[in-house]
């Protein structure tokens, strides 16, 4: 199954089993620190679905994938798949504050020279679990059209910073 169908797959399997028609879909951008110990900084690119499971729970899954930079000179690259957990403050007002954490994994791929000629490089690959909470803000700029904010902390990345731009269905 392609990375980007995942989130999909997350959405329409919630909406089968019943979860209200609360679902949301969210482009996200952003910088992490603390990925990996070289390079340590990363951009994120991805996406997210969630569902309400109540009036102030909702629950998702965000697939994000990262492009680190720092002091290597090769290239190294991470997919974070991290399900989302999110408890809002004020989930009927147009300026919703909420926290959110979660335990998810994180693959791997560094492209390194293999063999005597350094010409020839080859991807390796490895992964680990990440742990991170932190909060953020939905801020409807109409009726189902969002923008949210969000900085966690966490065991990697150490902190990670994103901006959403959602749509509420």
Known sequence: MPRAAVPLAVLLLATALGA???SDV???GGHAYGLEDTPPHAWLAGGAVTTALGPRVRVGL???HAHMFGF???ERRATLFNPIVEYHFAPDSRFSPYVTGGLGFTLY???YPSGPDPQRLEWEYGSSFNLGGGGGV???LT???FVSPEVRLGWI???RSTIAVGYQF
């Open 143 to 145: 009726k189902r059209l």
């Open 138 to 140: 939905r801020i409807f």
């Open 109 to 111: 791929r560094s492209l």
């Open 72 to 74: 290597e000179y090769f």
């Open 157 to 159: 990345p150490f902190i």
């Open 26 to 28: 969210r482009v996200l």
């Open 62 to 64: 965000e697939v994000l």
């Open 20 to 22: 209200s028609a609360n």
